[in-house]
């Protein structure tokens, strides 16, 4: 039985008119594979118009999950942005219909070219995960978004489309990944197709290649494609993509890369009817009728149709299309009848090996007979003697159960294991492709609906009310007995003196006691060793504190370290941390990273320690910044309109603030007057547009689009080594751009007056040395820095040369 609802998401209830399409795709037999890059490179509009004007089965393959972007919603980089970045995907395939897969392919970041991006990715193991998922979804037409040439403007962009060519035929050829053969068959699509474009002043598309107007209005929906794609779109926020709905005629033009071109239609030569299943003729006129006979003011009356069907579906041969059309056949009868079921836990986490209290809860919106003959949780099966569901009364079921010992712990399942960059380790092929995890707990529920067997799935989940938002659904999580969070995730030792560690642990189950302990590395100790604990209740929390000291302290050179915490219960150690991420627009999402931290000893010195700091999108300098010791100040409007601006040593601007806060046209005179008078103003990335105020500095400069040194590796040249910046307080080397991550830079600066110094020059493999990472101006009496060097990513990361560079940019000798 296929379920109608998705992970914490309350069970979608579809309308009459929804129905009636929903009828209307169980006459269809046609896919489509759109493939990209990244979250936001889909057409959403595009895939709206598959899915729910022709429906057909549409789906994304984004190879990646966005982990390289920015984040405009909060301070998560990474694997975190990543994680928000694929909640998003899955809220906007809910709105336009399409389904969500994903490769094991990590986002590294901007990549200028293919070859760039195939040094850093596993293209094999990248290819047989396309592979997988184009055998596994089997569709007639692929369709990529971008050309395999320098048109597609990133080299992810660019890798996507010369891998949706190279799986094109691949997933045909049973030689190629044979170890797949065990769970899936070869399938070849009939054309690959290249969605051309007119974006980023770049138009692709021509009057003589293929096209579809999919700006259509649905009347069953009350919305056209262009509405649905704004809705749709606007839901990645954390990449500040909303967009306004657009309405009347939108053509969407194609070009073909393999396979025959279409003519008449993108179906050309693909029998999308019940006609191309063997002995599907008759089960199509079945579902005409049913359709004719449809009844908007009573769906139950359909019932006995749909019933029919899923007994002539069920006599077919096994096959992809009795797989697919059951499950729609299935979710119908469910809807028509009014069926509507859920599974709760009475707690919003458990541990392996712990009892937990559910309840599922099940009501009949129809005359249709439907008893339940039973309903299985894990390995609890609770007989109901096929109690029938009366019209209209809600009936609750409460089961307890201990959840298997051997349930794995709440983690992505893409982040369970260590992984290289720009690669995730997934050793279960059948978790290829899965937008998230499978729900570990869910309720088996057996229905005997009019005669026939049913069962209906349905996750384990924690519901509540909030005063506020009302009715909240959020996964079950599976967690340890006990997590360790650090209060830190870098510390920086500059000198050889001792800092705390405070560790807070939290119990997850009842009766938890035991030990916990640092585990360093050489060169550092701990005091105490170890400690005890005890927290007698779920939830209860207690903080201990250790003293780390270095032992060894070089003070010339850096040195980069990790340490993780240990805590032992019954005989079990766990190395777990808590993190949760919350956002009104996504699911909780909730994952058990290590507990551990960077250690970084660095040789250091800075002559100031007030600093003021504009905070930007997702910024995190400032929390770094405070590692090293300096107080750092938010300031809001009161500060920098009416405050004493001249107490700051410095003021630093977070990144993209230009780009988001509007309050900086009216903050920028007082910025200036701050520099004139003496003060060091550090301003760090933009993006070109848009721009509150086009003015940054105190004389004029651009901001590149396209000018950015993407590897984090590349050779800085010293273009003013005599320059006080790099020399006070700390003497700069080359050693400082070592261990850098991602990127050097982005979005460099151009057209700058002569009244600035450049400090650096850089470039990537076969490039052009590019001069504008970091501007340098006195101007009055202070010093005027606009960077676009990536600090906003080394300094979380305890980049040793990254503190010591920006401590530079921000200490102007007095």
Same mark, same amino acid.
């Given at each position: 039985?296929?379920?109608?609802?998705?992970?914490?998401?309350?069970?979608?209830?579809?309308?009459?008119?929804?129905?009636?399409?929903?009828?209307?795709?169980?006459?269809?037999?046609?896919?489509?594979?759109?493939?990209?890059?990244?979250?936001?490179?889909?057409?959403?509009?595009? @895939?709206?118009?598959?899915?729910?004007?022709?429906?057909?089965?549409?789906?994304?393959?984004?190879?990646?999950?966005?982990?390289?972007?920015?984040?405009?919603?909060?301070?998560?980089?990474?694997?975190?942005?990543?994680?928000?970045?694929?909640?998003?995907?899955?809220?906007?395939?809910?709105?336009?219909?399409?389904?969500?897969?994903?490769?094991?392919?990590?986002?590294?970041?901007?990549?200028?070219?293919?070859?760039?991006?195939?040094?850093?990715?596993?293209?094999?193991?990248?290819? %047989?995960?396309?592979?997988?998922?184009?055998?596994?979804?089997?569709?007639? =037409?692929?369709?990529?978004?971008?050309?395999?040439?320098?048109?597609? %403007?990133?080299?992810?962009? &660019?890798?996507?489309?010369?891998?949706?060519?190279?799986?094109?035929?691949?997933?045909?050829?049973?030689?190629?990944?044979?170890?797949?053969?065990?769970?899936?068959?070869?399938?070849?699509?009939?054309?690959?197709?290249?969605?051309?474009?007119?974006?980023?002043?770049?138009?692709?598309?021509?009057?003589?290649?293929?096209?579809?107007?999919?700006?259509?209005?649905?009347?069953?929906?009350?919305?056209?494609?262009?509405?649905?794609?704004?809705?749709?779109?606007?839901?990645?926020?954390?990449?500040?993509?909303?967009?306004?709905?657009?309405?009347?005629?939108?053509?969407?033009?194609?070009?073909?890369?393999?396979?025959?071109?279409?003519?008449?239609?993108?179906?050309?030569?693909?029998?999308?009817?019940?006609?191309?299943?063997?002995?599907?003729?008759?089960? %199509?006129?079945?579902?005409?009728?049913?359709?004719?006979?449809?009844?908007?003011?009573?769906?139950?009356?359909?019932?006995?149709?749909?019933?029919?069907?899923?007994?002539?579906?069920?006599?077919?041969?096994?096959?992809?299309?009795?797989?697919?059309? @059951?499950?729609? $056949?299935?979710?119908?009868?469910?809807?028509? !009848?009014?069926?509507?079921?859920?599974?709760?836990?009475?707690?919003?986490?458990?541990?392996?090996?712990?009892?937990?209290?559910?309840?599922?809860?099940?009501?009949?919106?129809?005359?249709?007979?439907?008893? =339940?003959?039973?309903?299985?949780?894990?390995?609890?099966?609770?007989?109901?003697?096929?109690?029938?569901?009366?019209?209209?009364?809600? #009936?609750?079921?409460?089961?307890?159960?201990?959840?298997? !010992?051997?349930?794995?712990?709440?983690?992505?399942?893409?982040?369970? !294991?260590?992984?290289?960059?720009?690669?995730?380790?997934?050793?279960?092929?059948?978790?290829?492709?899965?937008?998230?995890?499978?729900?570990?707990?869910?309720?088996?529920?057996?229905?005997?609906?009019?005669?026939?067997?049913?069962?209906?799935?349905?996750?384990?989940?924690?519901?509540?009310?909030?005063?506020?938002? %009302?009715? $909240?659904?959020?996964?079950?999580?599976?967690?340890?007995?006990?997590?360790?969070?650090?209060?830190?995730? $870098?510390?920086?030792?500059?000198?050889?003196?001792?800092?705390?560690?405070?560790?807070?642990?939290?119990?997850?189950?009842?009766? &938890?006691?035991?030990?916990?302990?640092?585990?360093?590395?050489?060169?550092?100790?701990?005091?105490?060793?170890?400690?005890?604990?005890?927290?007698?209740?779920?939830?209860?929390?207690?903080?201990?504190?250790?003293?780390?000291?270095?032992?060894?302290?070089?003070?010339?050179?850096?040195?980069?370290?990790?340490?993780?915490?240990?805590?032992? #219960?019954?005989?079990?150690?766990?190395?777990?941390?808590?993190?949760?991420?919350?956002?009104?627009?996504?699911?909780?999402?909730?994952?058990?990273?290590?507990?551990?931290?960077?250690?970084?000893?660095?040789?250091?010195?800075?002559?100031?320690?007030?600093?003021?700091?504009?905070?930007?999108?997702?910024?995190?300098?400032?929390?770094?910044?405070?590692? =090293?010791?300096?107080?750092?100040?938010?300031?809001?409007?009161?500060?920098?309109?009416?405050?004493?601006?001249?107490?700051?040593?410095?003021?630093?601007?977070?990144?993209?603030?230009?780009? *988001?806060?509007?309050?900086?046209?009216?903050?920028?005179?007082?910025?200036?007057?701050?520099?004139?008078?003496?003060?060091?103003?550090? $301003?760090?990335?933009?993006?070109?547009?848009?721009?509150?105020?086009?003015?940054?500095?105190?004389?004029?400069?651009?901001?590149?689009?396209?000018?950015?040194?993407?590897?984090?590796?590349?050779?800085? *040249?010293?273009?003013?080594?005599?320059?006080?910046?790099?020399?006070?307080?700390?003497?700069?080397?080359?050693?400082?751009?070592?261990?850098?991550?991602?990127?050097?830079? @982005?979005?460099?600066?151009?057209?700058?007056?002569?009244?600035?110094?450049?400090?650096?020059?850089?470039?990537?493999?076969?490039?052009?040395?590019?001069?504008?990472?970091?501007? #340098?101006?006195?101007?009055?009496?202070?010093?005027?820095?606009?960077?676009?060097?990536?600090?906003?990513?080394?300094?979380?990361?305890?980049?040793?040369? !990254?503190?010591?560079?920006?401590?530079?940019?921000?200490?102007?000798?007095?």
């Amino acid at each position: 039985m296929a379920q109608l609802s998705v992970w914490a998401q309350p069970t979608p209830v579809w309308d009459a008119a929804a129905i009636k399409l929903q009828l209307r795709k169980l006459d269809t037999l046609g896919s489509v594979l759109y493939m990209a890059a990244h979250p936001d490179d889909e057409n959403t509009r595009l @895939l709206g118009y598959l899915a729910k004007e022709k429906l057909y089965r549409t789906g994304y393959l984004s190879l990646t999950r966005g982990d390289g972007g920015q984040n405009l919603v909060g301070n998560e980089q990474g694997e975190l942005l990543g994680l928000i970045r694929t909640q998003e995907l899955l809220a906007a395939r809910r709105i336009d219909g399409a389904e969500q897969f994903f490769t094991r392919a990590q986002d590294f970041g901007f990549s200028k070219n293919p070859q760039e991006t195939f040094t850093i990715w596993d293209r094999d193991k990248i290819l %047989g995960d396309a592979v997988w998922v184009i055998r596994k979804f089997r569709p007639d =037409v692929i369709i990529c978004r971008f050309p395999a040439d320098s048109r597609a %403007g990133h080299g992810h962009h &660019t890798a996507s489309a010369i891998l949706a060519a190279e799986a094109f035929t691949a997933a045909a050829d049973p030689k190629r990944y044979p170890e797949q053969l065990k769970y899936v068959q070869p399938w070849q699509a009939k054309r690959l197709l290249w969605n051309t474009f007119n974006f980023g002043g770049n138009n692709t598309t021509a009057p003589d290649q293929y096209k579809i107007d999919v700006g259509t209005f649905n009347v069953l929906l009350g919305r056209s494609y262009g509405e649905i794609a704004a809705e749709s779109r606007s839901q990645h926020k954390s990449q500040g993509f909303g967009v306004a709905p657009s309405r009347g005629s939108s053509m969407e033009y194609f070009t073909t890369i393999k396979g025959d071109a279409p003519q008449h239609g993108l179906m050309d030569g693909i029998n999308t009817t019940w006609d191309r299943v063997p002995g599907g003729k008759a089960i %199509g006129d079945m579902v005409n009728r049913a359709i004719a006979d449809y009844r908007v003011d009573d769906p139950s009356a359909t019932v006995p149709a749909l019933l029919a069907i899923h007994k002539a579906i069920s006599a077919l041969p096994d096959g992809y299309w009795k797989t697919q059309k @059951l499950k729609e $056949v299935e979710d119908l009868v469910l809807a028509c !009848a009014g069926l509507w079921m859920e599974a709760y836990s009475a707690t919003p986490s458990t541990v392996p090996g712990e009892p937990l209290l559910t309840s599922i809860q099940l009501i009949n919106n129809s005359h249709i007979p439907v008893h =339940v003959q039973s309903i299985q949780v894990q390995d609890k099966d609770t007989s109901l003697n096929n109690m029938q569901l009366e019209y209209n009364r809600l #009936v609750t079921v409460q089961q307890m159960l201990t959840v298997p !010992a051997n349930t794995a712990v709440s983690q992505p399942y893409w982040l369970a !294991a260590p992984h290289p960059l720009g690669m995730y380790v997934i050793p279960d092929q059948q978790l290829v492709g899965h937008p998230e995890n499978i729900p570990p707990l869910q309720a088996a529920i057996h229905l005997d609906i009019n005669g026939q067997s049913f069962t209906v799935q349905r996750p384990l989940q924690y519901k509540h009310t909030d005063p506020v938002k %009302g009715e $909240v659904y959020e996964p079950l999580v599976i967690a340890p007995p006990i997590v360790a969070n650090l209060a830190n995730q $870098v510390f920086i030792f500059t000198e050889p003196q001792a800092q705390p560690v405070t560790v807070k642990l939290k119990a997850m189950a009842d009766n &938890t006691s035991g030990t916990v302990q640092l585990r360093i590395p050489p060169g550092f100790k701990a005091s105490p060793e170890q400690q005890s604990f005890t927290l007698n209740r779920k939830g209860d929390e207690t903080t201990v504190l250790f003293n780390l000291v270095p032992t060894q302290l070089n003070p010339t050179i850096s040195r980069v370290d990790t340490f993780t915490v240990a805590a032992a #219960v019954n005989g079990h150690v766990y190395k777990q941390a808590l993190q949760t991420i919350h956002y009104d627009h996504i699911p909780p999402i909730t994952l058990f990273p290590q507990a551990a931290a960077r250690l970084v000893s660095l040789p250091l010195k800075h002559n100031g320690n007030r600093l003021g700091y504009i905070a930007g999108a997702g910024d995190m300098v400032a929390a770094s910044l405070r590692q =090293v010791g300096y107080n750092v100040n938010a300031l809001d409007e009161k500060d920098i309109m009416g405050g004493q601006l001249q107490q700051y040593d410095a003021i630093i601007v977070g990144v993209r603030a230009y780009n *988001t806060n509007e309050r900086l046209k009216y903050w920028q005179p007082r910025l200036m007057d701050y520099v004139k008078n003496g003060g060091t103003l550090v $301003v760090q990335y933009n993006t070109s547009a848009p721009l509150v105020t086009s003015q940054l500095g105190p004389y004029p400069f651009s901001l590149s689009r396209s000018a950015r040194v993407t590897d984090e590796n590349a050779k800085v *040249t010293w273009l003013l080594p005599n320059d006080e910046v790099m020399h006070y307080p700390n003497e700069i080397t080359q050693r400082d751009f070592d261990g850098w991550v991602q990127e050097r830079g @982005l979005y460099f600066t151009t057209d700058a007056a002569p009244e600035y110094r450049k400090l650096f020059a850089m470039h990537d493999k076969g490039e052009q040395p590019l001069d504008g990472s970091t501007l #340098v101006a006195n101007y009055g009496k202070g010093r005027y820095v606009y960077t676009s060097l990536a600090f906003f990513r080394e300094l979380p990361a305890g980049v040793p040369g !990254a503190y010591r560079l920006f401590v530079n940019l921000i200490s102007a000798k007095k």
